[in-house]
């Protein structure tokens, strides 16, 4: 921690007031929420090493199977719940990717600015219909 | 003014000479690009087995077609390496590996592990399939 800070929280010293850590943070935005983002993609990011694991052995198990064998493992609870969760974690994932590469390449602020709606709307819908159809097989 | 605007923003990808670092970091992104098209697949292949029918088959036969083939093969590296790499990542947020030379090494052991995972997925799953 920086002098000032332990020294004067405030910064009430005129003097120093414009130079000080404090001053040139603020209006930069909140402190509190600022590292949500890095956060929930980390937090979906260890959650997706097992299920994306657990995937890929799955549908290497199923490689063989007819679509019969596929809706009933399919239509496991467990399963129905894994995918959906798997689902879950994977789109919140990739809306937060895909926001980052559109906020670090796409500059026009209209493109921008559609681009990042139209990642956050594609990520919910495909989230939506593929959640629905897990549950489907499951209550079928 | 001019002059200012005109001086290159580095790393300029035209003369900045690539690392395997670099290299990395972009291809992260870019699997993560393609991946993205990959869960569109999956959410497809979803939908497709709950309706059955002729929509599992033809989603089935365009799987196994050639390109069907090629673009699972891409999908199962780029997963693997996504995979990998966010591992690596995990570890560095843990601050771990950031000596030059761990970090050398865990971007070839990456490198490497997705190759491997890949075949390995490949040569079971066209086992299973035989």
Known sequence: ?140 | MTTAKLRPRSPDVQIYKPQLTSVLSIVHRMTGVFLSLGSVLLVAWLVAVVDGGDTYAMVERWLRSWIGLLLLLGWTFALFYHLCNGIRHLAWDLDFGFELRSIYLSGWTVVAASMILTVLTWTLGLAVLE
């Open chain 1, 1 to 140: 921690m920086s002098d000032w800070k332990r020294h004067d929280p405030l910064n009430r010293n005129p003097a120093t007031a414009r130079s000080s850590a404090l001053y040139r943070a603020i209006g930069l935005g909140s402190a509190k929420s600022g590292a949500h983002h890095w956060w929930v993609q980390r937090v979906t990011a260890v959650a997706l090493v097992p299920l994306l694991v657990w995937l890929v052995a799955s549908l290497l198990a199923h490689a063989r199977g007819d679509h019969q064998v596929l809706a009933l493992w399919l239509g496991q609870p467990a399963v129905a719940v894994t995918m959906a969760v798997l689902l879950m974690a994977l789109f919140w994932h990739m809306k937060l990717g895909l926001r980052v590469i559109v906020e670090d390449y796409v500059h026009a602020d209209r493109v921008k600015f559609a681009a990042l709606i139209a990642v956050d709307l594609v990520c919910l819908a495909l989230l939506a219909i593929g959640v629905f159809a897990s549950l489907y097989l499951a209550f079928r």
